[in-house]
């Protein structure tokens, strides 16, 4: 299927790694010219030279960290003089706030909300005015699916969560007369850096001895019985982005092989 987005110019933020690495390389693969950020520049550089190679799609790389309003300023300025301009955002960066309330931390969900809540924001207050005057834009904020079922171990990334749900149809909302698509995808456990940082804790939070019972642990909680690939939830978002979902807004799509049992 052709995506008809050839030539598309995309922020993929925090895609050093895991999921945004995915979804950059499949974005240089359909044509699109791609502008990666994270905080680690020695990190980012060695992911950008590694798309470049695999695909030979135009990439850049800008060291900007999303809790810092002056580096997401100076992102979207250099996807401006870079690309000329943005047609595609996608607010992937972040982490996860794990622990129940017991050891709940002020500073750490400050944190949590600087990256994921204003961090998307403010990039997407920043892209906006320019996919409104082109009357086409495509936005998809990562979010997680402890947004829609909460669960006491995964408070503090529930509360990020739920506000960017609620964010996202919001903005999908205001900015549909504009050919502006808004949407999310909501992970379930995806194998990523982020779940290794998380070993730890899920071993203690499930009462298990080894990563790999933890993984096992928490695979058995969907239907598929295992974690997701990064590239599993690159396809979605990639779909999101494209000619071909052109009259989807609004939506927040679970990538968590079946892990959530409600009906949203
Ligand atoms: N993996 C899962 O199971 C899972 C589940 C639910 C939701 N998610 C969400 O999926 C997204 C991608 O995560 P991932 O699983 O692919 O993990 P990952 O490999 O750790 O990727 C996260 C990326 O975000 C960047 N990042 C983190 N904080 C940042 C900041 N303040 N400013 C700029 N960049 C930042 C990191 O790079 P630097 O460290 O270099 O900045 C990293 O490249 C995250 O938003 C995460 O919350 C993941």
């Not at 110019?9 to 895991?18: C, D, F, K, L």
Request: charged share 30%; glycine share 12%.
């Amino acid at each position: 299927m052709d995506l008809g987005i050839k030539g598309r110019r995309a922020i993929v933020t925090g895609g050093g790694s895991g999921i945004g690495f995915e979804t950059a390389r499949q974005f240089l693969e359909e044509g699109v010219r791609v502008l990666i950020s994270g905080r680690d520049g020695a990190k980012l550089n060695k992911a950008r030279d590694e798309l470049a190679n695999k695909t030979g799609g135009e990439i850049h790389a800008v060291q900007a960290d999303m809790t810092k309003e002056a580096d997401i300023k100076r992102m979207v300025d250099t996807a401006k003089e870079k690309l000329g301009g943005v047609d595609i955002l996608i607010n992937n960066a972040g982490t996860m706030y794990s622990g129940r309330f017991a050891v709940f931390d002020d500073d750490e969900m400050k944190k949590q909300l600087e990256t994921k809540l204003f961090g998307f924001m403010r990039a997407i207050r920043l892209v906006y005015p320019m996919m409104k005057a082109q009357k086409w834009g495509r936005i998809v904020n990562t979010i997680g699916g402890a947004g829609k079922e909460p669960d006491p171990y995964m408070f503090g990334s529930g509360m990020t969560n739920s506000a960017l749900l609620n964010l996202t149809k919001s903005l999908s909302t205001e900015f549909g007369e504009d050919n502006v698509l808004v949407n999310a995808i909501c992970p379930g456990w995806v194998a990523t850096d982020l779940w290794r940082r998380n070993a730890e804790g899920l071993k203690q939070e499930l009462g298990v001895k080894s990563e790999d019972e933890a993984r096992r642990l928490a695979a058995r909680k969907n239907s598929l019985n295992r974690m997701g690939k990064p590239e599993e939830l690159a396809n979605a978002t990639v779909f999101l982005c494209s000619e071909r979902a052109s009259y989807i807004t609004g939506v927040s799509l679970n990538l968590d092989g079946g892990r959530l049992k409600g009906l949203w």
